[in-house]
């Protein structure tokens, strides 16, 4: 069935490295793939999203990279900083289907 | 605020009541989402309005669950006989269709607890 895997569940970076998370889906005909920031009371926000005709998208310090092939998607922070901690997820969903199939998600914490 | 609402924020209930929660969408946004999400995971699709036609609908919805949006605009979603494995957070969404986006928008959510 539909599945998306998401790791590592947490981590920890010093502010200003970078951090990395990745999700693996399985449907093959997914072609949207948002991440979101979820912040401790309120809901999910997007932050970055790629479709399946593109390789790799950035905006400032966010960028995603997608691997069509291999069924993966990433996203990259660079020069994090305090408020950048929270929950990220992915998500996944395919052509012909508004239903969204999301990761497990992240906990980031960014150590100052 | 101009954001998608929801109503209640917090709801208590014994087990077996009916319990009935309110989405507010953004104005003009023509997609709605619901969703469950419990501690630790990530949001459960349950079901999506496209104005007021419900679409899509997760087989993981019961027909103790029912959702409506009767004339595009808010949503409401009921829970009936509820069971203590019904107590997490309940979130909207909404969306405005084009023809590449569909950047979803979140509300605060309805955090549902069944004693």
């Known amino acids: 069935g539909e599945n998306v895997e998401q790791h590592p569940s947490t981590l920890s970076v010093q502010e200003g490295d970078s951090a990395v998370i990745k999700c693996t889906y399985s449907d093959s005909a997914s072609n949207y793939f948002p991440w979101y920031k979820q912040e401790l009371g309120k809901g999910p926000q997007l932050i970055i999203d790629i479709r399946s005709n593109v390789g790799e998208k950035k905006d400032q310090r966010i960028a995603v990279t997608l691997n069509k092939t291999a069924k993966h998607f990433s996203l990259h922070i660079t020069e994090t900083q305090p408020e950048d901690s929270a929950v990220y997820f992915c998500?996944?969903?395919?052509?012909?289907?508004?239903?969204?199939?999301f990761g497990t998600g992240t906990r980031l914490k960014v150590l100052a | 605020d101009t954001g998608v609402s929801q109503d209640p924020r917090h709801k208590i209930t014994k087990r077996g009541q009916n319990v009935t929660f309110r989405c507010d969408p953004i104005?003009?946004?023509?997609?709605l989402y619901w969703y469950r999400q419990t501690l630790g995971q990530g949001p459960e699709f349950l079901t999506y309005f496209q104005n007021e036609a419900q679409l899509e609908k997760s087989r993981l919805l019961s027909d103790r669950f029912s959702a409506e949006r009767p004339k595009g605009s808010f949503s409401t979603l009921e829970i009936q006989r509820t069971e203590q494995g019904d107590s997490a957070m309940y979130l909207c969404?909404?969306?405005?269709?084009?023809?590449?986006?569909?950047?979803?928008?979140f509300g605060p959510g309805t955090r549902l607890t069944v004693l």
């Open positions: 104005s003009e946004h023509n997609r």
């Open positions: 998500a996944a969903r395919k052509v012909g289907t508004y239903k969204y199939i």
């Open positions: 969404a909404s969306s405005l269709m084009g023809l590449d986006t569909d950047t979803q928008y």
